[in-house]
């Protein structure tokens, strides 16, 4: 079963870069993937960030960016907010099902 | 606008089944995948299928293979979920959800308590 892998926990100062990943214990990850970005903060409903790789929603602030970096899916976050605490989680399509992250606890701090 | 409602809050003793419903409002009910998502407390998110509201198909994730099963009733815009065999370990906020290039929304989840 496919086991997909993100960093745990991250931190970044206000108005920072930083760029979170998402790996695959089946190979490298690619746009066949079609890897989305999901933000979920706390109480609240999780919501799509990304899809496809790089493609933002119309509700996508921009200073997310979603792209592949060394065989993984990330999500670079620039000039961070304090509205980005969240923890944010990568799905993956691999081999006809879909698989979410662990998913990173970012704090904005 | 476009939303999806789900139904309420359920709590279940152990071996009980749960069925949970997800109507779909603000568009064309057939041209969408629903997915299910789950997120038991201290857990991150758990994909556990999708059904083509179209055709009826359904794909699960491994894990559920067996006791989870996914239906539609195209006439009521309504996605069903049914979870059988239910532990403790099933006591999860559950979702539905589209995940696609337009509005993308998700219902604000039903919250399953399996207690004895």
């Known amino acids: 079963q496919a086991v997909v892998t993100q960093e745990p926990s991250l931190t970044v100062s206000p108005g920072g870069t930083v760029t979170l990943t998402c790996g695959s214990n089946t190979g490298a990850v690619t746009s066949g993937h079609y890897p989305y970005w999901f933000q979920q903060r706390p109480g609240q409903v999780p919501r799509t960030l990304i899809y496809d790789t790089s493609n933002k929603h119309s509700w996508t602030p921009a200073r997310f960016s979603g792209s592949l970096l060394g065989g993984k899916a990330a999500l670079t976050l620039a000039g961070a907010q304090p509205e980005d605490e969240a923890e944010y989680f990568c799905?993956?399509?691999?081999?006809?099902?879909?698989?979410f992250g662990g998913g990173t606890k970012l704090t904005v701090l | 606008q476009v939303q999806l409602v789900q139904s309420g809050a359920e709590v279940k003793k152990p071996g009980a089944s749960v069925r949970l419903s997800c109507k779909a409002s603000?568009?064309?009910?057939?041209?969408?995948?629903i997915h299910w998502v789950r997120r038991a407390p201290g857990q991150g998110l758990e994909w556990m299928g999708w059904?083509?509201?179209?055709?009826?198909?359904?794909v699960y994730a491994q894990n559920f293979q067996g006791r989870f099963t996914m239906s539609r009733d195209t006439s009521m815009s309504t996605v069903y979920m049914e979870l059988s065999r239910l532990v403790s370990d099933d006591t999860a906020l559950y979702y539905c959800a589209r995940f696609d290039r337009g509005d993308a929304p998700w219902g604000r989840g039903t919250l399953v308590t399996v207690s004895p």
């Open positions: 799905f993956l399509s691999i081999s006809g099902v879909r698989v």
């Open positions: 603000g568009y064309t009910f057939t041209d969408y995948y």
């Open positions: 059904i083509s509201t179209n055709t009826g198909r359904t």
